[in-house]
């Protein structure tokens, strides 16, 4: 009887050659590192570092690679793109991992969604709601879900306008199968800090007042690898951390959405 293949034996020369021959001990390192500086920024906002949820961005990284990841003991992924989320399912059915969709959804993409996803965090229109409580309701399930804002004002970026949000919240109760959690956004991408601080300030204040329409709003998902700290001292709940876990990614990956190269 041949031997059953290890997670080494599974890796392909580009894997090795992006990730190193012992990804495992590479993710846990780089883990470790990302847990610290989560730490010290809770710190200088005067939290606990268990207020915080890392969730890593597993963005590219293919599935082989991925179980090396969960090696390392990361358990939580969180994939741009639901296709290749799905894929990474199929392939890593056996591990019990929580799968979270960060990237902007197409309506005809949530059947897929629905059947293995545990949270949304990138809710950004009525129609999406809609579809989502339909295929929900069919399977009799429910889904954690993130409103996503657009606090920077950017035309590439996805998300509801701030002056948007209040109505859209009040219109969720049409949707009981979607269980608001709270906002999210990505900050402007730029080496200005006072500007990447206020879109995390600004979404904190939206949270804060549409706890009234809403009292299930109570988080805040902000923060990728290069402002996740500014996220977190500006009360940031989720940080989403792709790069200073399993580092850089492919020059095209971010194309489909520009800015997440960055995550």
């Known amino acids: 009887m041949s031997p059953v293949p290890s997670p080494a034996d599974l890796l392909s020369d580009a894997d090795i050659d992006r990730f190193g021959s012992a990804p495992a001990q590479r993710f846990a390192q780089n883990l470790a590192l990302v847990q610290d500086r989560i730490a010290a920024a809770c710190a200088r906002a005067g939290r606990a570092p268990g207020e915080v949820r890392l969730l890593p961005v597993t963005k590219t990284v293919p599935a082989p690679v991925l ?17 290749e989320a799905r894929d990474k399912q199929a392939a890593l059915a ?3 991992i929580r799968w979270s969709i960060i990237g902007h959804l197409q309506t005809n993409k949530v059947k897929y969604l629905v059947r293995f996803a545990s949270e949304l965090h ?7 709601a809609a579809e989502l409580h339909r295929r929900l309701e069919a399977l ?5 879900v993130f409103i996503q804002v ?18 859209f919240i009040d219109q969720l109760t049409d949707f009981p199968r979607l269980r608001p959690q709270g906002l999210m956004t990505l900050a402007i991408l730029s080496a ?10 600004l979404l904190r204040g939206l949270r804060d007042a549409a706890q009234a329409r809403c009292p299930g709003i109570t988080r805040l998902s902000m923060g990728m690898t290069s402002d996740f700290e500014i996220a977190i001292e500006e ?3 989720v940080v989403r951390v792709g790069q200073a876990i399993f580092g850089p990614r492919p020059k095209s990956a971010g194309a489909f959405w520009p800015g997440l190269d960055d995550v």
């Open 94 to 96: 056996d591990l019990p």
């Open 192 to 201: 200005d800090q006072v500007r990447v601080r206020r879109c995390f300030a």
């Open 140 to 144: 009799g399930r429910d889904l954690d």
């Open 67 to 83: 179980r090396h990841a969960f090696a390392a003991g990361i358990r939580d992924f969180g994939e741009n793109k639901l296709q």
């Open 235 to 237: 009360g940031a709940d």
């Open 150 to 167: 657009n606090t920077s004002g950017e035309d590439s970026k996805y998300g509801l306008s701030p002056e948007a949000l209040p109505a």
């Open 122 to 128: 990138a809710l950004d229109s009525l129609r999406l």
